[in-house]
């Protein structure tokens, strides 16, 4: 199985920067694409950003311009750049992959227990 472990979460005042890291380990074949998810007290999960193993990245429209996400493949690791936060940016931020545990697996969705991130006003 794959997991994954984030770092980099954190109160900052609205303006601040943060730099999210997850590192993905265990058994692991291939990950096709690599991301962040947010969720806010009483909202749904959304998408903040993903990347492909071949670099194509996918944003939320509230975070583009601000938030960049960069992936290291050969660590299996994927980092999300936070500048300008806003306190709507509050929420527990979620790194998750798709990929495959070995060669004859099929493709599992996987996620990390989340990181808390703050912005105060």
């Known amino acids: 199985q794959v997991q994954l472990v984030e770092s980099g979460g954190g109160l900052v005042q609205a303006g601040g920067s943060l730099r999210l890291s997850c590192a993905a380990s265990?058994?692991?074949?291939?990950?096709?694409?690599m991301g962040w998810y947010r969720q806010a007290p009483g909202k749904q999960r959304e998408l903040v950003a993903s990347?492909?193993?071949?670099?194509?990245?996918n944003y939320a429209d509230s975070v583009k311009g601000r938030f960049t996400i960069s992936r290291d493949n050969a660590k299996n690791t994927v980092y999300l750049q936070m500048n300008s936060l806003k306190p709507e940016d509050t929420a527990v931020y979620y790194c998750?992959?798709?990929?495959?545990?070995?060669?004859?697996?099929?493709?599992?969705?996987?996620w990390g227990q989340g990181t808390q991130v703050t912005v105060s006003s």
């Open positions: 265990g058994s692991i074949f291939m990950l096709a694409t």
């Open positions: 990347m492909t193993s071949g670099g194509r990245t």
């Open positions: 998750n992959a798709v990929g495959r545990p070995s060669s004859w697996s099929s493709i599992g969705d996987y």
